[in-house]
């Protein structure tokens, strides 16, 4: 059964950094892409980032692009999204989401229960 | 504002038919067949209904459907049932340098 677990999120002030994490289980963590969506409080959803399968390129929403650095830990099983110079609207909780197929980039089928992350002074 | 745009909410009665629009551009919507559509339930974590326009995952009913005419998807559910009260969400693929937009969302309520 494939399980995605966030973690890492809390309270942090303007400006500050914070790195959270995302464990995977059931599934080769490095044969598929895998993204980071967030949703603000009574919003939207918003792409963030996504690390590809095979290659491990990685991409970046505009809103957090020279910020946030999207990486992966194959022998962990793990993804990581480290966040620097956070800002108030990036407030939000944060979900990694497993894509489709392999071979599919932007097709969110398994998520994560969300990690919070509020920025706040 | 959302890069995409979707009626902020929309309304049926059991067994009736809805279709929520996803509007976008040349760029996006229009200019690929890259759209996916997105349940959400309050308090739970998105659930993949659509993807490639048209297209449902392994487990997802067939009451769901998805369409796409030029800058403008749409999903459609026939036969409204009260489990599929929530919010829906489409997406879809960009050539902007934010490679993947989401619509801002439609609140289905089942009367």
């Known amino acids: 059964e494939v399980q995605l677990v966030e973690s890492g999120g809390g309270l942090v002030q303007p400006g500050g950094s914070l790195r959270l994490s995302c464990a995977a289980s059931g599934f080769t963590l490095s044969s598929y892409a895998i993204s980071w969506v967030r949703q603000a409080p009574g919003k939207g959803l918003e792409w963030v980032s996504a690390i590809s399968g095979s290659g491990g390129n990685t991409y970046y929403a505009d809103s957090v692009k020279g910020r946030f650095t999207i990486s992966r830990d194959n022998s962990m099983n793990t993804l990581y999204l480290q966040m620097s110079s956070l800002r108030a609207e990036d407030t939000a909780v944060y979900y990694c989401s497993k894509d489709l197929t392999t071979s599919s980039l932007g097709y969110f089928q398994h998520w994560g229960q969300g990690t919070l992350v509020t920025v706040s002074s | 504002q959302s890069a995409l745009t979707q009626p902020a909410s929309v309304s049926g009665s059991p067994g009736q038919s809805i279709t929520i629009s996803c509007t976008g551009t040349s760029s996006d919507v229009g200019g690929y067949n890259y759209v996916s559509w997105y349940q959400q339930h309050p308090g739970k974590a998105p659930k993949l209904m659509i993807y490639d326009v048209s297209n449902r995952p392994s487990g997802v009913s067939n009451r769901f459907s998805g369409s796409k005419s030029g800058n403008t998807a749409s999903l459609t559910i026939s036969g409204l049932q009260a489990e599929d009260e929530a919010d829906y969400f489409c997406?879809?693929?960009?050539?902007?340098?934010?490679?993947?937009?989401f619509g801002g969302g439609t609140k289905l309520t089942v009367l």
């Open positions: 997406s879809s693929y960009t050539s902007s340098s934010t490679p993947w937009v």
